[in-house]
């Protein structure tokens, strides 16, 4: 038993290991929701604010696994001839006016109705048959012969039929095409299903996920993040930005800053060649960690407070 648990906790730090060399700074619990999604091959729910890493969580595992990614984008009124299948009415189309051009060849020869119709009846009917099927990126996903990433990408903005639909696939990696029959996977794909808590997810898809929350990171994390990925910047600009940015988001404001904006912010400031965060700097720039004019306003009326209690320089000048 003892040795099983050691497997398990050195699989977990390879997992860490690997989504740092990545550029991905997780932590001992989102590597432990990875290797036990892997295990017991369970989709994995990941929930959080926007811009927490959701996202880039699977991209990252799909490069750290070596594995292709196949995303799903889901929004309002997704069905599963976007998700899934579509058949090519065109070729079909092309395919009815050969076979009509065809018909005298085949029925050539017979002298009864009942002939005819056993000649059709060992006709092959390739109508519907997968040269004919647009495939999508569910059916892509459960084809792929050597596993994939699966990322079905804010799924609460999706509807709660389209959740129903997916319940097959989640629970047995398969689905059924009536014209084909049943598809199912050879490799059962990793499966990430994001949500931005927009709504709540219904109890039957939770029951076949494994589940993660990703909140905002603490200032530590956000530090790494920001070392891993503008290792430009200069380590006391990185500090005070980190600062600045967790006060920020304890205000009231209609969006915080997002971990992606938090990268965009620090990379605007090695772009522009600061040396110091000013407050003229500050205001010119909120709009890259700022999404909403309100929260703009907001912050511009708390700057000089905020400089005050984030800064490590206390000769920062304030204008």
């Not at 949500?195 to 997810?201: D, L, Q, V, Y």
Request: glycine share 4%; hydrophobic share 40%.
């Amino acid at each position: 038993m003892s040795e099983m648990k050691n497997q398990a906790q050195d699989a977990i730090e390879a997992i860490l290991a690997g989504y740092e060399k990545l550029g991905y700074i997780s932590d001992e619990q989102i590597a432990t929701a990875l290797f036990l999604a892997q295990k017991l091959e369970k989709p994995l729910l990941v929930e959080g604010p926007p811009g927490v890493g959701k996202t880039e969580l699977a991209k990252a595992t799909a490069e750290y696994l070596g594995l292709d990614m196949i995303r799903l984008q889901c929004y309002e009124g997704l069905d599963e001839s976007k998700a899934l299948y579509e058949w090519q009415y065109g070729k079909q189309l092309l395919y009815t006016q050969v076979l009509k051009e065809k018909l005298g060849d085949l029925m050539q020869g017979t002298t009864s109705l009942d002939e005819s119709m056993a000649r059709l009846n060992n006709f092959e009917d390739v109508f519907f048959s997968e040269q004919f099927l647009q495939t999508r990126p569910l059916l892509q996903a459960l084809q792929n012969e050597a596993g994939a990433v699966l990322l079905i990408d804010e799924i609460d903005k999706s509807d709660d039929e389209f959740e129903a639909f997916l319940l097959e696939i989640l629970s047995d990696y398969q689905i059924s095409i009536p014209e084909l029959g049943t598809v199912k996977a050879k490799k059962p794909p990793l499966v990430f299903l994001t949500s931005n808590n927009t709504r709540e997810i219904g109890d039957a898809l939770k029951r076949r996920c494994l589940h993660l929350y990703i909140p905002f990171p603490d200032a530590a994390r956000e530090n790494t993040i920001l070392q891993a990925r503008v290792p430009e910047l200069d380590a006391q600009l990185r500090d005070n930005i980190v600062n600045f940015v967790q006060a920020v988001r304890q205000m009231d404001l209609k969006k915080p800053p997002a971990v992606s904006e938090t990268i965009d912010w620090a990379r605007t400031v090695v772009l522009l060649n600061m040396t110091v965060l000013d407050a003229e700097f500050i205001r010119n720039t909120l709009n890259v960690l700022l999404k909403f004019r309100s929260d703009i306003e907001t912050v511009e009326g708390e700057i000089g407070r905020l400089m005050r209690e984030t800064q490590r320089t206390p000769d920062t000048p304030i204008q």
